[in-house]
């Protein structure tokens, strides 16, 4: 089967659990628990992801898949075998509020390598797609990275992390970010922060997330001209394609400059 053709059973799979997620929204039928006592998941989380299993392994018998929800075993990263990547909800929290920032992520790698993408946004209206080497598009359109190359006017998204403990440590980034750009936002679903990153509404993103959270968004982003790494190396038998940790994902020019900012905020060498 080629990636058009794998992209299309995609792009099919992500409108039906779009259509899944808003009528869950309209009807207020789900319900709510804490998994590891703070990261908010839904009945209808659970859901889309079992609907999505099962369309997968309908079209793509016996191929391996990394889910937030029903198959979350990381150690399929160390095997170069196809995958696929799968956050059924981006943006849980935002759902379960009624904001509008929630997304369905599907990513597929093969040798370690991101080949094609699908984030997907129910509440806006905007599907995202990217093929390995054939550019990114949002509702059929082709989209663009931009060409921001001064940090002074660059406009930043990042999120933080559920534990409360863990978010004290990365204030510093923060406050170096809203020191030297334009402004910083929050919008809740990392996935999507890519896609905006990949059509030039945000100049840069960085943060550490799941590889679900991630995997789709990341290969839209560089297909759509954006450069995409890591503030630190990661670890060894792990793709970078498929490497959620120190995210960042920028305009070309200012990749460098970024980098150096917030690992220099990590360092205290920044006066705040």
């Known amino acids: 089967m080629t990636p058009t053709q794998r992209l299309e059973i995609a792009v099919d799979i992500v409108h039906e659990a779009g259509r899944m997620i808003v009528e869950a929204r309209e009807h207020q039928v789900f319900g709510q ?36 929800e029903l198959t979350p075993d990381r150690q399929v990263l160390n095997s170069p075998q196809a995958l696929w990547v799968v956050d059924p909800i981006d943006g849980t929290v935002n759902f379960a509020h009624g904001l509008r920032h929630v997304a369905v992520s599907i990513g597929w790698a093969n040798e370690g390598h991101t ?10 209206g ?3 797609t990217a093929l390995y080497g054939q550019g990114a598009w949002c509702n059929g359109q082709a989209i663009h990275a931009s060409r921001t190359g001064n940090l002074a006017h660059a406009l930043v998204g990042t999120g933080f ?22 402004d910083v936002r929050r919008n809740g679903s ?14 840069a993103y960085y943060e550490s997330v799941s590889p679900w959270d991630c995997a789709a968004g990341w290969l839209i982003a560089r297909e759509a001209g ?39 905020a990590d360092a205290g060498e920044i006066d705040l």
């Open 33 to 68: 628990r804490y998994k590891h006592g703070q990261e908010l998941v839904t009945d209808t989380d659970v859901e889309v992801d079992t609907y999505i299993s099962e369309r997968i392994e309908q079209h793509f018998h016996g191929e391996a898949r990394l889910s937030e």
């Open 126 to 128: 905007e599907t995202f």
């Open 161 to 182: 992390p559920y534990r409360r403990d863990s978010r004290m440590p990365l204030m510093r980034r923060l406050s170096a970010v809203l020191s030297h750009c334009q």
């Open 115 to 124: 080949r094609l993408g699908v984030v997907h946004a129910p509440f806006l």
């Open 190 to 203: 990392a996935a999507l922060d890519l896609c905006d990153v990949a059509c030039g509404r945000l100049d």
């Open 226 to 264: 954006a450069r995409t790494g890591h503030l630190y190396p990661g670890p060894t038998g792990i793709p970078d394609d498929l490497y959620g940790e120190n995210l960042l994902v920028t305009s070309p020019n200012l990749h460098i400059e970024l980098g150096d900012l917030l690992r220099r």
